[in-house]
């Protein structure tokens, strides 16, 4: 007995654990091709929200359907260790337990590190399962587990040994309040509303002074020059003189730079080496004293003489008052720049002088730009291309070094000046013995910092199947067939991974890359915590079921756009689950009768779902290959509540207490299968569980391991005869709504006789379609158009259904007039279009030919609605 109601946890928990028993997720080598996906991995401080959800279900539709096309189907999941955001919720732990992280060695906070990784690392793979992610959970990766961190040492190893990386001094990204520093790609760029004050400089032995707009007065006391362009007349009167910095008195020169900007401000430039890019490298040119006046968590240092152990903006609006109370301010004025923010910790990054370790990107860029450009590695959508391009024709060098103990520590060895780079400090100790041959293994230090938590995930794709150690599963897995990911981290993840790819491997990581768009409210808000508009994950499945949910995510997900989402798509989805539902029992409870044969209807109707099925999967399948996958489930969609559930159902039910024949349900029962099979990649749960509930199934014939449908020929006429037996039938029944004729009272419908019309009821079974599902007395050809009664138009066939009622002919004229004026209208778009030479010339013959006998048809709709006018008028 089949329950009224659709319970999905209780369904979602059962297939879910059968589909674990049986190993159905779990991949190895074998004779069948390949299909990879490696999973994005999510941060283990993360927890399931709606671009989790939208990705994943993007990965496991991928995935289901190349396992139902006989693939090997592969999903490895695994996690980011994240080395910001993991090591700022450790410390946030241990202070609130009464502990500072000052106060403990580097392996007692290691300790409780892992000890917090491992109590809530693995929540968001759990996650996943509730949402359907069918992953190969034997192969998770985590990018510090032991497998991951030999590749990473012995890539970073190898580019060091092979002259691609290096440590130097540079202006790097400094985040104050994780303490570290961060790559250009970490830092997100926003106009901001900022405060320009414009500050008098002093000359030395003058009443003189010159002015400099800055929005950040407290570098001021890391001047060490103010610079001017050799052209500008204006200083030419300064040149070889110095100026006094404010409130601190300390004397600076005044230098000329063609690097100044005479247009900007007052032509004048304040010089502070230590904390902007540019000025750096104006502080080389001139060889200018470089003052570093902050401490690493943003508070002023001892070398900036006051506010010491203040934080910076706390100390820009204190200096900014003692500079007015001085009469150093000429004027302060809004203004609105570029801030640089952690991507991490939202916190206002400052530019820093670093020693730090960098790969040169330029060394390795090469193959990977020719590889995306000549669609070796192919973008969807495509225009990511051009993006991708600038970038790595611009690309810089990557700063891999992290002031943090969460993570990859960097093999490099210190001993007498000396750099010693060795995958373990026994082949740093061998190396060095060759220089100092009287050094001990404990003289060697090691390197403090860490490395990006991305010098690990762009080798993702390789070390997920252990790639430097275990040839044959990389061989077989690698390159992955497609890359599921945002387009926000083409440059922090893609366009590395392919880099290590051909770097590596000399071959590309994957062969697609989906890019997916941002998840937005249907404001077009991007959802936050902050504004409140992201639901909760876990919930929405609770509430819609994860069919429902994944159904609500998709249909809004058009190829490459931003996702709108609205929980009113879920609800569409638990509606859909519930159709699909009822459409088991109604198919469940039907009586069978062996002595009878299948009505010709049935016949025709069961034909026409075959044939209309094979044209929706060519359609299907054109999606898949274009990753159009919110198009394709539409069409899988309308298919099954339009013409399965709505009309095909409708065509073959017996009468109420009556029994059908065998034939017709075991045609009904095979068609719904096969719509199991379709819909399973995007509604796995429900699938499954009408699979079984259809049919008595042996041990291991499940949905999920079924064969996905293939796309047949299909008779577009047959197809286009039932459809317009569905446009006759719904115009009948509207004809009765609006005279108010019930539906159990028959009806006489007449079509005119015609080539076309005839070709229609000598078609077998297609009249009992008409007269089953529109309560007719009969359906028959006549060449009186006379007849009385209301008529209308289906295709180009006029029909007539007979009353014995008064009819309102002025209605009847209003009505046909409206129709006359839409067909005008489109034939008028056809005209214009075939009459447009470029349209004609450039479209394929098929696609010109039906536009034209779309204009025929139209034609012939308005002859008919004209003669029918003048008739109704006449009388």
């Known amino acids: 007995m089949i329950s009224s109601r659709y319970n999905p946890s209780e369904v979602e928990n059962t297939w879910y654990a059968h589909w674990m028993d049986k190993k159905y997720f779990h991949s190895e080598p074998d004779h069948r091709e390949a299909f990879s996906i490696v999973i994005p991995p999510p941060n283990v401080t993360g927890v399931l929200h709606m671009g989790h959800m939208l990705n994943n279900t993007i990965q496991d539709i991928l995935i289901r359907k190349a396992r139902m096309d006989g693939k090997n189907a592969c999903w490895v999941p695994g996690t980011d260790h994240a080395s910001i955001a993991t090591e700022a919720k450790v410390v946030k732990m241990l202070r609130d337990q009464g502990i500072k992280k000052g106060d403990l060695t580097r392996e007692e906070f290691l300790k409780y590190a892992w000890e917090w990784k491992e109590k809530f690392g693995g929540i968001i793979l759990e996650q996943l399962q509730k949402l359907g992610a069918s992953c190969d959970w034997d192969r998770t990766a985590f990018t510090m587990d032991d497998v991951r961190s030999q590749g990473v040492l012995k890539v970073f190893v190898d580019l060091y040994n092979n002259g691609k990386l290096y440590r130097g001094k540079r202006m790097v990204n400094w985040d104050p309040e994780a303490k570290t520093v961060l790559s250009n790609e970490e830092v997100i760029y926003g106009l901001e509303n900022s405060r320009l004050y414009h500050v008098k400089y002093q000359i030395e032995g003058s009443e003189d002074y010159v002015t400099i707009a800055t929005t950040r007065p407290e570098t001021i006391m890391g001047d060490t020059a103010i610079a001017v362009h050799p052209d500008d007349p204006r200083y030419t009167h300064l040149e070889g003189k110095y100026a006094i910095v404010p409130v601190l008195g300390r004397v600076i020169p005044i230098i000329r730079d063609s690097y100044v900007d005479m247009e900007f401000g007052t032509g004048a430039l304040k010089v502070t080496p230590a904390h902007d890019v540019n000025d750096y490298e104006i502080g080389k040119r001139h060889d200018l004293e470089v003052i570093d006046v902050f401490n690493d968590d943003g508070t002023m240092s001892p070398d900036a003489t006051v506010y010491i152990g203040e934080d910076r903006f706390v100390v820009r609006k204190k200096f900014a008052k003692d500079l007015e109370a001085n009469g150093h301010i000429l004027k302060i004025e809004d203004y609105q720049n570029n801030v640089g923010r952690s991507e991490r910790t939202n916190c206002v990054v400052e530019p820093r002088l670093s020693l730090q370790w960098y790969v040169d990107m330029k060394a390795i860029a090469g193959p990977a730009l020719d590889a995306v450009m000549k669609d070796e590695v192919e973008f969807f959508p495509k225009n990511q291309k051009n993006i991708y391009r600038h970038w790595m024709e611009n690309i810089r060098d990557w700063c891999i070094s992290r002031q943090l103990w969460w993570g990859h520590r960097i093999p490099a060895y210190y001993y007498g000046g000396e750099t010693f780079v060795a995958e373990t400090k026994e082949e740093a100790w061998t190396i060095a013995k060759t220089k100092f041959p009287e050094i001990n293994i404990e003289d060697l230090r090691q390197d403090e910092d860490v490395l990006d938590t991305w010098f690990s995930s762009w080798l993702w794709p390789i070390t997920v199947f252990d790639g430097f150690n275990d040839r044959k599963t990389l061989d077989y897995y690698y390159p992955t067939s497609v890359l599921v990911t945002g387009w926000d981290i083409i440059f922090l993840w893609v366009a590395r991974m392919v880099m290590a790819g051909y770097e590596w491997e000399n071959k590309r990581p994957f062969k697609h890359v989906y890019f997916t768009g941002m998840v937005r409210d249907k404001l077009r808000r991007k959802m936050s915590k902050s504004l409140g508009n992201s639901p909760d994950a876990l919930q929405l499945i609770e509430d819609f079921g994860a069919d429902g949910v994944r159904f609500g995510m998709m249909l809004c997900s058009p190829a490459g756009g931003d996702l709108l989402f609205d929980e009113k798509l879920c609800e569409q989805g638990r509606n859909f689950c519930n159709k699909i539902w009822n459409a088991l029992r109604l198919v469940d409870g039907w009586q069978t009768d062996e002595n009878t044969k299948a009505a010709a209807s049935d016949i025709l109707a069961y034909e026409w779902m075959n044939h209309k099925m094979n044209a929706i999967l060519a359609d299907v399948d054109k999606n898949f290959n274009e990753y159009r996958l919110s198009e394709a489930l539409m069409s899988i969609y309308n298919f099954v509540w339009n013409d399965f559930c709505s009309w095909y159902l409708e065509m073959v039910k017996p009468p109420y207490e009556g029994k059908i024949a065998q034939e017709t349900k075991n045609n009904t029962i095979q068609l719904f299968t096969k719509i199991c ?123 007539i259904v007979s009353l014995k009622q008064e009819i309102d002919i002025q209605s009847q004229i209003e009505e046909k007039k409206k129709e006359l004026d839409y067909q005008l209208g489109f034939v008028a778009s056809v005209q214009k279009k075939l009459e447009n030479e470029r349209f004609v010339s450039g479209a394929p013959k098929d696609v010109v030919d039906k536009e034209r006998a779309k204009l025929a048809d139209g034609e012939e709709r308005v002859k008919i609605l004209t003669e029918e006018i003048q008739r109704l008028e006449g009388l």
């Not at 819909?679 to 008595?696: A, Q, R």
């Not at 047959?718 to 569905?726: F, G, N, R, Y």
């Not at 004729?741 to 028959?746: G, N, T």
């Open 677 to 799: 099979a379709i819909m399973h990649p995007f509604m796995p749960f429900i699938t499954e569980e009408v699979w079984h509930k259809l049919s008595d199934r042996k041990e291991g014939d499940d949905c999920m391991m079924s064969a996905y449908p293939a796309y047949g020929n299909f008779d577009q006429q047959l197809i286009d005869k039932v459809e317009q037996s569905k446009d006759i039938i719904t115009s009948i029944r509207d004809i009765r709504n609006k005279q108010g004729i019930k539906a159990k009272d028959l009806l006489d419908v007449y079509i005119i006789s015609s080539d076309r019309s005839k070709n229609l009821m000598n078609t077998a079974g297609w009249d009992e379609i008409c007269i089953k599902s529109a309560s007719l007395n009969q359906l028959a050809l006549t060449d009186d158009d006379s007849i009385t009664g209301i008529s209308f138009i289906s295709g180009t066939e006029k029909c």
